[in-house]
């Protein structure tokens, strides 16, 4: 697919939980515009290296670069304000919010955000305000959650949480979004919609995606290149047809003299 | 023969306790209706605002009494050229109060604001009791367990003694007022929506590129700060302070029963819960026989939680959902 640099690149990335090595090694880049497929085993370390990434947790030893400049011992905050947001693999959404002020809630440097100017400049905050509205209800068309915008966040189903992860991941105008298992629970017409809207985002807003996903039909179907994880470390990394030939890929997976499927 | 004009003037000094309580439950109300900061040491805040305020107000210690403490403000009578025709001491003592517990709970929060809730809850419950016991043993600071006294009247000169209540009952109402808009004014901005945010989840606000750290420790401070200027408010209207003021009982934990029950979340439930609970908790003293006993009063507050809780579980006014402004 695209030849574009690498915005991402994770160089020798290791994370040990007490004795633990949950990430050993681990080593890919991620080429700008790019629909990105991580997959491997449960266990493999691919959250984890999502928590990495994106500041939640701090690497042992090793490094992370985004567009060229190191991220890795940021807290999360910054590296959000790089231009990296992720979803998570159980949707965290703000339950007691409506699926619109989970969205407006997003945009750093907010003048609002500031509370002597929320309290002495009204109307510029108002202003701004609005604009924000305005952009969030746009984002909620494109996922269609529209009709939806004034529902509390905790009354939406699995998949329209999913969406609402996705369309707050878009308000944040991203370079790199980061997606765990955004099909995760989700049914077979929604995901449809959920992988076209990636689509859509790569082509009209040149997003680069990294994704976790499970579900083969999907990373096969969405994916180039796919990063195969395994005990922490990357073992395959390739296009979707040399990933399913690989016979390392085969045997993470299936493990040696196992008949059933995964 | 009812009389009418005593049930008046009862009645009024009851509203001034209910309105200084409904500023300590405002800002509450930032720290857990909006922020989700499990607060349970608000007799700290109670405390210092009071003390602070009581201090700087009150005439310096009479030797001949024997007196411990070393400092009193006597605020009133040194700012007498400034007065202008408005009591400015008053202002600045709230001001003081305010930013008395403002600097305490920037140091409090700095240690302790990425204390998960319920260590948080205990942790602020301990520095309450210590800020208690420091009071109550430094007597140079605050005259120990003997109190302050001599606490000056706001305007006292104005009205006669019988009717001071009515001029402090407006007091009351005004700074309640004020507050109330500028909590409001805070918690409809963004300010508030990225608080709201992290009361709901902290790891998403942080994936929102938000600096939770930072927002709960601004939390922290202005409601502090709030409670302060209640503790002050206290202090005038009382008139004496001591360590026994500021036990966890009616100093915190009515507090949080005012909130539960009026809506967390809900800066008008806040106000509305503090004039409930403390409606019942005075209404039940008048209650014949064993009734009256202040244990049993409690009790019922107990009662009324739980009944709040089981049939209206947000409180009697809930959080209010924002609604997208109407845009095609």
Redesign the interface.
């Known amino acids: 697919m695209a030849d574009g640099h690498p915005i991402l690149e994770v160089r020798d990335v290791v994370k040990d939980f007490d004795g633990l090595r949950a990430v050993s090694g681990c080593s890919f880049q991620v080429k700008e515009g790019t629909i990105t497929g991580l997959i491997g085993p449960n266990g493999a370390g691919k959250t984890t290296l999502f928590n990495l990434i994106?500041g939640?947790l701090r690497c042992s030893s090793g490094q992370i670069l985004f567009d060229g400049k190191r991220i890795d011992g940021l807290?999360?905050?910054q590296v959000?304000?790089r231009g990296v947001?992720?979803t998570?693999q159980i949707p965290?959404?703000?339950?007691?919010?409506?699926v619109?002020?989970n969205l407006?809630?997003?945009p750093?440097d907010?003048?609002?955000?500031?509370?002597l100017k929320?309290?002495l400049l009204?109307w510029a905050?108002s202003r701004q305000?609005?604009d924000?509205?305005?952009k969030a209800?746009d984002i909620l068309k494109y996922t269609n959650l529209f009709a939806l915008?004034?529902e509390?966040a905790g009354n939406l189903s699995t998949g329209q949480k999913r969406l609402l992860e996705f369309s707050?991941a878009l308000m944040?105008e991203p370079w790199l979004v980061l997606l765990d298992e955004p099909a995760a629970g989700v049914n077979p017409s929604l995901m449809n919609e959920l992988a076209d809207h990636i689509v859509r985002a790569v082509n009209d807003l040149g997003v680069t995606f990294l994704v976790i996903e499970h579900d083969m039909n999907l990373v096969m179907r969405l994916c180039d290149p796919i990063i195969v994880m395994s005990d922490g470390v990357t073992i395959a990394e390739g296009s979707p047809e040399s990933i399913q030939q690989d016979p390392k890929v085969l045997e993470a997976y299936l493990g040696y003299g196992r008949n059933e499927r995964t | 023969m009812i009389d009418l004009l005593g049930i008046v003037d009862y009645g009024v000094g009851w509203a001034v306790v209910a309105g200084i309580y409904a500023v300590f439950t405002l800002g509450l109300n930032v720290h857990w209706g909006f922020t989700g900061l499990f607060n349970i040491g608000i007799a700290g805040f109670f405390a210092i605002g009071a003390y602070t305020s009581a201090l700087l107000t009150t005439p310096s210690p009479d030797t001949a009494l024997f007196e411990d403490f070393v400092f009193g403000g006597d605020l009133p009578s040194r700012l007498g050229v400034l007065n202008l025709g408005i009591d400015l001491w008053f202002v600045i003592a709230l001001l003081a109060a305010a930013t008395a517990c403002g600097i305490i709970a920037f140091a409090i929060g700095f240690l302790t604001i990425r204390l998960k809730e319920d260590y948080l809850a205990i942790t602020t419950l301990g520095i309450a009791e210590t800020i208690r016991l420091v009071f109550l043993n430094e007597g140079w600071l605050a005259n120990g367990s003997r109190g302050l006294y001599n606490i000056p009247k706001y305007l006292g000169g104005l009205v006669h003694p019988e009717h001071y209540n009515y001029l402090y009952l407006i007091v009351v109402l005004l700074v309640l007022g004020f507050l109330y808009i500028a909590v409001s004014r805070a918690i409809n901005s963004p300010w508030g929506r990225v608080l709201k945010a992290i009361r709901e989840d902290e790891m998403t606000a942080q994936a929102s590129g938000k600096n939770v750290a930072l927002f709960k420790l601004q939390a922290f401070v202005v409601g502090a700060c709030i409670m302060g200027v209640g503790g002050a408010l206290y202090a005038h209207n009382i008139r004496f302070v001591s360590p026994i003021t500021f036990d966890p009982l009616m100093a915190t934990f009515v507090i949080w029963a005012m909130l539960m029950v009026g809506g967390s979340g809900n800066n008008k439930g806040a106000i509305l819960g503090s004039f409930i609970v403390w409606g019942i908790w005075a209404g039940t003293q008048f209650l014949p026989g064993f009734l009256s006993d202040p244990n049993i009063r409690l009790l019922m507050i107990g009662v009324l939680i739980v009944g709040v809780m089981l049939f209206k579980p947000g409180g009697i006014l809930g959080e209010e959902r924002r609604f997208s402004n109407r845009v095609t």
């Open positions: 994106t939640f807290p999360p905050h959000f304000r947001v992720r998570f965290r959404e703000l339950k007691r919010m409506t619109l002020e407006m809630v997003v750093s907010q003048i609002g955000e500031n509370l929320a309290w009204p905050v305000e609005k924000t509205q305005e209800l915008r004034d509390y707050r944040s």
